[in-house]
């Protein structure tokens, strides 16, 4: 894997850590619900989902 590609990785981690950082989730924790699931939890999973993906896309793609 080329160098910039790990800073993608790398860029995907900072911004993981700034969406999973305490005050950022304290606005998402709330009494709302979507779907029948709180939330700060739809707002993790999702977060969460979507990272896997970028991950997965990036692996898959520029994997040499």
Same mark, same amino acid.
């Given at each position: 894997?080329?160098?910039?590609h790990e800073q993608k990785l790398l860029v995907?981690?900072?911004v993981l &850590? @700034? &969406?999973f950082n305490i005050p950022l989730l304290l606005i998402f924790n709330q009494s709302g619900d979507v779907g029948g699931i709180p939330l700060l939890?739809?707002?993790? @999973?999702l977060i969460w989902?979507?990272?896997?993906?970028?991950?997965a896309y990036l692996l898959k793609r520029f994997h040499e």
């Open positions: 894997m080329k160098r910039r995907l981690s900072f &850590l @700034f &969406l939890y739809f707002f993790i @999973f989902l979507i990272s896997i993906l970028i991950s």
